[in-house]
């Protein structure tokens, strides 16, 4: 079985999903089958997928454009002998879905990453998904969703799974920092006891909660920090002086003890460096980044969401209820106080492994594939 792995990835650290779909790659192989890789950009884990001895193809960001995606499509799946086209982040969506027909006996299959948004109507969003379940049921497409309300609601579709994420252990780097080291690198004193926050969606992620309840928490304790990964490095960006005078007016984007740090690819050593991780997250489906924490027995504070729930088990966790600053910052505390322990990490670590993900994906495609 010859499988294109094709995702509109650009970040600039491989993540959970490079070495994910690497994981996946090689269960493949080892399956007596292909796995070729087709991104955008030119990344520097491009090179780890080549070392190991796959495939990949930089289409160019203007391809990514272009009408002539259906004649490299094409192209790409003669030479590759292409058997299943697994699509992230909406990589080729548009001409899966519009030239199906052109694509012969090749099956689809769509991978749905994403919560639903806290931006749009909630009955909106679940209208337009039964309409693209109707559309892919028609078009011959396959969806694997990483949140389950999200794979519920593509209603008349059938061939769809619900399969969360998994946690894969290796990043794209030859050591990895200590605490020590880390803490130096990211600028905190030693005395600062940070609260870590993953952004980018900053509504979503729940970056305004995150200030309020840690503006809360320096009344209690002055040497509590919020450091923000995914917002940029240094000064505050635009984007977020004005999402922040919009939803927290009283605080200062200049705040000294707002940390804003850089994408790390030895986010591990992150998670070791700072003293609490905070998953503030209105929506989510389930999240990499709780893993990634938990992996490293990090203690962690999280929003009560539907989602996260899945960490309830985990030794050292702190729930609050969705948008409530005083029960965040409360926890928070509880956190801070409580400390780092030793945990049941373990325990996540063979449950939501890379190992099992894999297993499940390839179980997907022998049923798409038919060999099921």
């Known amino acids: 079985m010859n499988v294109m792995i094709a995702a509109t990835y650009s970040a600039p650290k491989s993540g959970n999903f490079i070495p994910s779909v690497i994981a996946l790659g090689r269960l493949i192989t080892r399956n007596g089958g292909t796995a070729v890789y087709v991104v955008p950009e030119e990344r520097d884990w491009a090179d780890w997928i ?37 699509l992230h982040f909406g990589m080729f969506h548009h001409v899966a879905t519009h030239h199906t027909k052109e694509l012969k006996d090749v099956k689809i299959i769509i ?14 969003q679940r209208l337009l998904l039964i309409v693209h379940s109707l559309e892919y049921v028609l078009k011959g497409i396959s969806l694997i969703a990483v949140q389950k309300k999200k794979a519920e609601s593509y209603l008349l579709l059938r061939k769809k799974w619900y399969i969360p994420n998994g ?20 600028g905190v004193k030693p ?14 992620k729940g970056f305004d909660i995150a200030l ?58 992150v998670y070791r460096a700072v003293e609490v991780y905070l998953m503030a997250s209105r929506n989510e489906g389930l999240p990499y980044s709780v893993l990634e924490a938990i992996s490293q027995d990090t203690p962690i504070v999280v929003s009560d969401i539907h989602e996260n729930r899945f960490a309830k088990s985990y030794s050292n966790s702190y729930y609050y209820p969705v948008e409530e600053v005083d029960a965040c ?6 956190a801070m106080k409580t400390g780092r322990i030793e945990t049941n990490s373990a325990e996540f670590i063979d449950k939501y492994g890379i190992d099992e993900w894999c297993k499940k994906v390839l179980e997907v495609y022998n049923i798409v594939a038919g060999k099921k």
């Not at 600062?192 to 509504?203: A, I, N, T």
């Not at 910052?329 to 509880?334: G, L, N, Q, R, V």
Request: negative net charge.
């Open 111 to 124: 991978h749905d990453h994403m919560g639903f948004s806290p931006h749009s109507n909630m009955l909106k």
């Open 191 to 204: 005395s600062d006891k940070v609260c870590l926050l993953l952004g980018w969606d900053m509504k979503r």
């Open 167 to 186: 946690l894969s252990l290796e990043r794209n780097i030859d050591y990895s920092m200590t605490r020590e080291e880390c803490r130096e690198t990211l």
């Open 212 to 269: 309020k309840a840690i503006k809360k928490c320096r009344k209690m304790d002055s040497d509590i920090v919020l450091g923000l990964i995914g917002l940029g490095q240094g000064a505050p960006d635009n984007n977020t002086r004005e999402f922040m005078a919009r939803e927290t007016p009283d605080i200062d984007p200049d705040e000294p003890w707002i940390k804003y740090f850089n994408n790390y690819e030895d986010i591990f050593a």
């Open 50 to 86: 080549r070392k190991e001895g796959f495939d990949i193809v930089i289409t160019g960001k203007q391809t990514m454009k272009s009408d002539n995606q259906i004649e490299l499509l094409k192209q790409l799946i003669e030479k590759y002998q292409i058997d299943i086209i697994h």
């Open 329 to 334: 910052a409360e926890a928070i505390m509880k």
